[in-house]
């Protein structure tokens, strides 16, 4: 939907950053997989996300080390987007009910 | 998923959870004011995730309801507010006018614009409304998935738009009285600019289809269902039934035009108009509604009047084959109805019309004397009823011409107008064949079309236009249900033209005969085969028997040579062809054939007889034809005259006669009668015979006295004709029976009383297969097995049906059943 090819000048790569300031420099449509920052990406809502490319997640408690899972997770899903038997993310289960929180509020 | 299992050992997350209704009114003052700003297209500002993070934290606690119910509120009051005043303002009085149905005083022109202006803001504050609430729709997405979803609420989006469908397209009309709502005003502004359109005007297309797409995108409840779609419940319906009213005017008006081909190029233009009008205007969904209105209203309800036009119906569509008009009829009558019932019957009434005219006119037409060579071969007094047969002829040969031309057009029609449906050609088929069957003497005709075809037709053609010919010769044959009838005429025509040499090909003779086995079946043509085939053995008997009496070398030369046809009695009609009629006690009446033909005749039977024993040969003197060498005396009187000598071709009778006049010194005559007893012909054929040789000036080898011009009857004498002249050598004499012609009524009676019999034997034959082979049956089965096994050959008739099963049970082939309920019959073994 929102990927690079389809919009012409828009970035390729989007950033989302944690509310402690960690950045995280993501292939926009790898970071599309989730609902929440599609609709916030989406050029033709023209919020101010889509025009800067940068998300800003103030809700996401802890959220350099959530958030750096969260990218890893998008990453993930992207890469195996067409594949079978793909082989379980680790999850370390001290983060298991925050990633819950914000996949829930990320809708991915 | 992590299961409730493990809850004990995790710690909830800590959430800085405040209770209380400020934080709401918080954040509900956030996305207020940010929609507010969506809904002024001042999007850039915001951020997308500080709306969406108050929307998640409104309903994660557990205040999702208030979210909704305020999202609906502010749309509400922004609908109020904001859009409808400037849609008001686009409703003219005009247009309110054009609704309630009174006449607006405008020119269309103003009416089209002012009802444009009214579809356009109507179009955009539909589309502003669809962005917007897309927006809205991200922006809550969180309250979508989680509120709406958990108490089973029509998601915001969906609800939005029904707020738009209740408070813009339903809103009352505050300015008029009547009862109308925006609604009203744009179905009548759309069917107004449809109706423009067709009356030829260019009106904006993709104005209206945005307006459609609007509909199409709105259901009557939240729930949207298909069939739900504001389109298909409130401006469809409206359309069909303007629509319907329009096209029930338009047939009406062309009906009064009385044209009905411009009435069917009307029609196709209007189906091609509505269909792209469904494409590019309105809703694909309308296509086949629409077309079913134009079918009901231009084609259904007043097809009979315009078929039954005076001068453009379909009769003149066929009288002048008016290609074009019966392709477009084809169709538009395709489309109502699959059975194409009323154009079956209209062309099934043509059909029999148009055969019957050409039936009625050969009856009555007389005419010119065409075939005098006919007319001269007949005795002098038979010579008026001969010209009449010999038009007769003719006449009968352009009945099948003109019959051949009747389907030919029909054909070309079927062709190139119906598409070469299934269900007309059957229809044409059965037409063709009613109205040939009506007419009586139909075998008889397309025997001798075919006849004469073979005999003269096909001289100098290609082999296509032979193909051409024969073919029509069978189509017509198809037709004709008394297929038995024509194979005796065929069979009688055929008889001629082989034992004559009149055929001009054998090779198309033949054709035709596999034709005809093709289209009928081996039974009907395995005696015609027999004929060929009679022919070719003749052939050859007649040279073995020369080769023959050439070995035996020993007789004298002055015997005649021989060429003799073999016919099997089976396949040959032998009472047809010829004069000599059967005696009363069935024997045939032979004619005294003078000694050297009988030395002859004796010869040639023992030859016959040495490799074929126990058959009979019958000599039938009237097929046969005899050259003669006479010589005759100088004409006195002239100097340095020669004796004459001349070669003349007669019929074998005629050779009989004159081989009398051999043994008569010059001078002395013959009288009819003793002629008559030492040949002892009929009279008939004698008078008949005589004619050729007495009173034909080309051939007139004998004198008559007295009355030398009138044909020969008794008490007439002959004597040799000494002052004979010629400018040939070699001479024939017409032969009379050569030339195949109409019968006589008395013929006719005759043929068909043979036929009668023929059939009689036909039905008794497979009255008594079937009975052998279910030993009962009933009346009723019995008589419909025969009827379809005699199908093939010709269509008998009831009352010689039950004649035949009386005699069957008169002769104990069969019985009566007794004691059953319907009538049967057993089979007696």
Same mark, same amino acid.
Request: proline residues 6%; aromatic residues 8%; glycine residues 2%.
């Given at each position: 939907m929102a990927s690079s090819s389809q919009n012409q000048g828009v970035s390729e790569y989007v950033t989302l950053i944690s509310s402690d300031g960690f950045e995280f420099v993501l292939l926009r449509e790898a970071a599309c997989v989730s609902g929440a920052i599609r609709r916030m990406l989406d050029p033709t809502s023209r919020f101010k996300e889509s025009t800067t490319g940068r998300c800003e997640f103030a809700e996401i408690k802890h959220s350099g080390i959530v958030l750096e899972k969260?990218?890893?997770?998008?990453?993930?899903?992207?890469?195996?987007?067409?594949?079978?038997?793909?082989?379980?993310?680790?999850?370390?289960p001290e983060l298991c009910l925050e990633l819950l929180m914000a996949a829930d509020y990320l809708d991915c | 998923m992590i299961s409730g299992r493990g809850r004990g050992k995790i710690r909830p997350p800590r959430r800085g959870i405040s209770h209380g209704s400020d934080e709401f009114e918080d954040m509900w003052a956030i996305l207020q004011s940010a929609l507010r700003e969506i809904h002024e297209k001042n999007a850039s500002k915001l951020s997308f995730e500080q709306l969406y993070r108050a929307s998640y934290k409104i309903v994660l606690k557990k205040q999702g309801d208030r979210l909704y119910d305020r999202v609906k509120e502010f749309e509400e009051q922004w609908f109020g507010s904001q859009v409808m005043p400037t849609i008001r303002k686009l409703i003219t009085s005009n247009l309110v006018n054009i609704t309630i149905g009174g006449v607006s005083g405008t020119t269309a022109n103003e009416r089209r614009v002012t009802g444009e202006e009214f579809l356009k803001g109507l179009k955009a504050s539909w589309e502003d409304h669809n962005t917007v609430m897309n927006m809205t729709t991200d922006v809550l997405m969180y309250m979508d998935?989680?509120?709406?979803?958990?108490?089973?609420?029509?998601?915001?989006?969906?609800?939005?738009?029904?707020?738009?469908?209740?408070?813009?397209?339903?809103?009352?009309?505050?300015?008029?009285?009547?009862?109308?709502?925006?609604?009203?005003?744009?179905n009548s502004v759309i069917l107004d600019q449809i109706s423009m359109e067709r009356e030829g005007d260019v009106i904006n297309k993709h104005l209206i289809r945005s307006c459609m797409y609007m509909l199409e995108g709105l259901y009557e409840t939240d729930n949207e269902k298909d069939y739900e779609k504001l389109y298909l419940s409130t401006f469809e319906p409206a359309f069909i039934q303007a629509s319907r009213t329009f096209y029930q005017e338009e047939c009406n008006n062309l009906l009064r035009e009385g044209d009905a081909s411009s009435w069917l190029k009307r029609t196709k233009k209007r189906f091609a108009e509505e269909e792209d009008r469904c494409q590019t205007t309105i809703s694909l969904l309308t296509t086949s509604k629409i077309a079913r209105v134009i079918e009901n209203e231009m084609i259904r309800e007043h097809l009979p009047e315009f078929l039954a036009m005076e001068?453009?119906?379909? @009769?003149?569509?066929?009288?002048?084959?008016?290609?074009?008009?019966?392709?477009?009829?084809?169709?538009?009558?395709?489309?109502?109805?699959?059975? @194409?019932?009323i154009l079956k019957v209209a062309l099934q009434a043509r059909v029999v019309e148009l055969g019957s005219e050409i039936n009625k006119n050969i009856q009555n037409t007389e005419f010119a004397q065409q075939d005098v060579d006919v007319a001269e071969g007949g005795e002098k007094s038979k010579s008026r009823p001969m010209n009449a047969a010999a038009k007769a002829t003719v006449a009968a040969i352009k009945w099948v011409d003109e019959v051949l031309r009747l389907k030919d057009k029909f054909d070309t029609m079927w062709r190139k107008c119906f598409a070469e449906d299934l269900i007309l050609q059957t229809v044409l088929t059965r037409s063709f064949s009613d109205f040939i069957n009506i007419y009586p003497r139909c075998s008889e005709h397309v025997s001798l079309f075919i006849d004469d075809n073979l005999k003269r037709g096909i001289k100098g053609k290609t082999e296509a236009e032979i193909d051409e010919v024969l073919d029509k010769a069978v189509t017509l044959l198809r037709y004709i249900q008394d297929k038995d009838m024509f194979e005796l005429y065929y069979k009688k025509h055929l008889a001629r033209r082989l034992l004559f040499g009149k055929s001009e090909s054998g090779d198309v003779e033949k054709q035709m005969v596999s034709r005809m086995k093709l289209e009928i079946g081996n039974a009907f043509t395995s005696k015609l085969e027999g004929m060929f085939k009679d022919m070719t053995m003749s052939e050859e008997l007649s040279s073995g028997y020369r080769e023959h009496m050439d070995k035996l070398g020993d007789l004298s030369r002055t015997q005649p040579d021989l060429g003799i046809n073999v016919l099997t009695s089976n396949f040959w009609p032998m009472d047809s062809i010829g004069g000599n009629k059967m005696g009363e006690d069935g024997s045939r009446q032979m004619c005294q054939f003078p000694q050297e033909i009988l030395t002859l005749q004796e010869s040639f039977k023992n030859f016959y007889l040495k490799e074929r024993s126990g058959r009979l040969l019958t000599w039938v003197g009237y097929l046969g034809t005899a050259d003669i060498r006479c010589t005759f005396p100088p004409i006195p009187g002239k100097e340095g005259a020669k004796v004459r000598r001349h070669e003349i071709t007669f019929s074998t009778f005629g050779m009989i006669i004159l081989l009398l006049f051999n043994d008569l010194a010059d001078g002395e005559t013959l009288s009819f009668e003793e002629i008559q007893e030492r040949t002892n012909m009929t009279?008939?054929?004698?008078?008949?015979?005589?004619?050729?040789?007495?009173?034909?000036? @080309?051939?007139?080898?004998?004198?008559?006295?007295?009355?030398?011009?009138?044909?020969?009857?008794?008490?007439?004498?002959?004597?040799?004709?000494?002052?004979f002249t010629s400018k040939n050598i070699k001479l024939k004499a017409p032969v009379i029976s050569a030339v195949s012609k109409v019968e006589g009524e008395e013929e006719r009676k005759e043929t068909e009383d043979r036929n009668d019999e023929h059939r009689g034997n036909v039905i008794d034959t497979v009255i008594v297969r079937i009975m052998k082979a279910r030993k009962e049956f009933t009346h009723q089965n019995l008589f419909a097995e025969v009827i379809s096994q005699l199908s093939q050959r010709f269509k008998p008739d009831l009352n010689m049906m039950k004649r035949r099963v009386e005699s069957l049970i008169e002769r104990e082939y069969l019985e009566r059943v007794e004691e059953a309920n319907t009538p049967t019959y057993r089979y007696l073994a």
């Open positions: 969260v990218a890893e997770y998008l990453y993930y899903n992207h890469k195996n987007r067409n594949r079978e038997d793909v082989p379980d993310m680790e999850i370390p | 998935r989680v509120y709406c979803q958990d108490f089973r609420k029509a998601s915001i989006f969906t609800t939005s738009m029904g707020l738009f469908r209740d408070h813009i397209l339903r809103s009352r009309l505050a300015s008029s009285d009547q009862d109308l709502i925006t609604f009203d005003i744009l001068g453009s119906g379909i @009769k003149a569509m066929i009288e002048n084959d008016r290609y074009e008009d019966l392709t477009l009829l084809y169709q538009h009558i395709s489309r109502i109805d699959q059975s @194409k019932e009279t008939q054929d004698l008078a008949r015979q005589l004619h050729p040789l007495a009173v034909n000036p @080309k051939t007139k080898v004998l004198n008559k006295q007295p009355n030398p011009k009138e044909a020969p009857k008794p008490g007439d004498t002959f004597s040799f004709n000494a002052s």
